[in-house]
């Protein structure tokens, strides 16, 4: 069973910074992608980032220049460093892995919380 395991999460103030781990039970590069989704109150999940095994980032538009994916193989870990954080990005941060698209695992999710 594959199991990942959030951590990072809190309570920040607007323009401030958080990094956000993932850390998977196996060997990310068993899995065609790694990558954070992330759930506000009252709206549906939505993917924030993801880095496929090739190294390919891709992020939402909502978020790009602000968050960066990175990734530790030997830790089967994947980081997302979230900078200028803004008040629309406060929900739960969920990591997901898959293979191709009919695989899929989630973590348990970590909140984030920005507000003054």
């Known amino acids: 069973q594959v199991q990942l395991t959030e951590s990072g999460g809190g309570l920040v103030e607007p323009g401030g910074s958080l990094r956000l781990s993932c850390t998977v039970s196996?060997?990310?590069?068993?899995?065609?992608?790694v990558g954070w989704f992330r759930q506000a109150p009252g709206s549906a999940r939505e993917l924030v980032a993801e880095?496929?095994?090739?190294?390919?980032?891709d992020y939402a538009d909502s978020v790009k220049g602000r968050f960066s994916l990175s990734r530790d193989g030997p830790q089967n870990t994947v980081y997302l460093q979230m900078n200028n954080l803004k008040p629309e990005d406060t929900g739960v941060y969920y990591c997901?892995?898959?293979?191709?698209?009919?695989?899929?695992?989630w973590g348990q999710g970590t909140q984030v919380t920005v507000s003054s």
């Open positions: 997901r892995s898959r293979i191709l698209s009919s695989r899929v695992y």
């Open positions: 196996e060997n990310i590069f068993n899995f065609n992608a």
């Open positions: 880095i496929n095994v090739g190294g390919r980032k």
